[in-house]
T-cell receptor, first 114, second 112 residues
């Protein structure tokens, strides 16, 4: 049983297009995240939702818009794709709360913008 | 501000030797310190974590030690094996919002 799943696994698209990545977790967690991992392997948080509410919004261009229809799903929509958006995008979830918790990552979506 | 550093950025060891990766953080409010392992092409996965009320934690060949005064914690891998080759990330979450700041990663290569 997959704990955190993402679709698609690979996404190749032209500059200027709009694309979406979907994420689902079946762990019953109440906090979900989007991370961007660039070619140098840096893992940078983009957004975090807790019970469908946006709680972390890092300095990400407003071309990126997350959406959480329910606490098990967190989608990422990207408008007007640019070359610099090419990266691996990881969704993650955790049981939120103070004290910090293990994050469970999805398999990643490799986005290539041509 | 928030800052998490890791050293070294790359590490190469002979199979059977030990490997140590050090992580320093700046936010004194942090009290949970995980280490994640990411194999090539795979997702990051937690391998060990420690909370600030504990100085050391061990799980078979891996251990983590914490020095909260100096704001650093280290990952120790003993009797390294080729399957330990991966990128290792430390993290220092900001507990109030569960925001996780990851270190830049350490690429470990274990040479058979």
């Amino acid at each position: 049983d997959t704990a955190v799943s993402q679709t698609p696994k690979y996404l190749v698209t032209q500059m200027g297009n709009d694309k979406s990545i979907k994420c689902e977790q079946n762990l019953g967690h109440d906090t979900m995240y989007w991370y961007k991992q660039d070619s140098k392997k840096f893992l940078k948080i983009m957004f975090s939702y807790n019970n469908k509410e946006l709680i972390i919004n890092e300095t990400v261009p407003n071309r990126f818009s997350p959406k959480s229809p329910d606490k098990a799903h967190l989608n990422l929509h990207i408008n007007s794709l640019e070359l610099g958006d090419s990266a691996v995008y990881f969704c993650a979830s955790s049981q939120g709360g103070t004290g910090g918790r293990e994050q469970f990552f999805g398999p990643g979506t490799r986005l290539t913008v041509l | 501000g928030e800052n998490v550093e890791q050293h070294p950025s790359t590490l190469s060891v002979q199979e059977g030797d030990s490997a140590v990766i050090k992580c320093t953080y700046s936010d004194s409010a942090s009290n949970y310190f995980p280490w994640y392992k990411q194999e090539l092409g795979k997702r990051p996965q937690l391998i060990i974590d420690i909370r600030s009320n504990v100085g050391e934690k061990k799980d078979q060949r891996i251990a983590v030690t914490l020095n909260k005064t100096a704001k650093h914690f280290s990952l120790h891998i003993t009797e390294t094996q080729p399957e330990d080759s991966a990128v290792y990330f430390c993290a220092a979450p900001k507990t109030s919002y569960d925001k996780v700041i990851f270190g830049p990663g350490t690429s470990l290569s274990v040479i058979p």
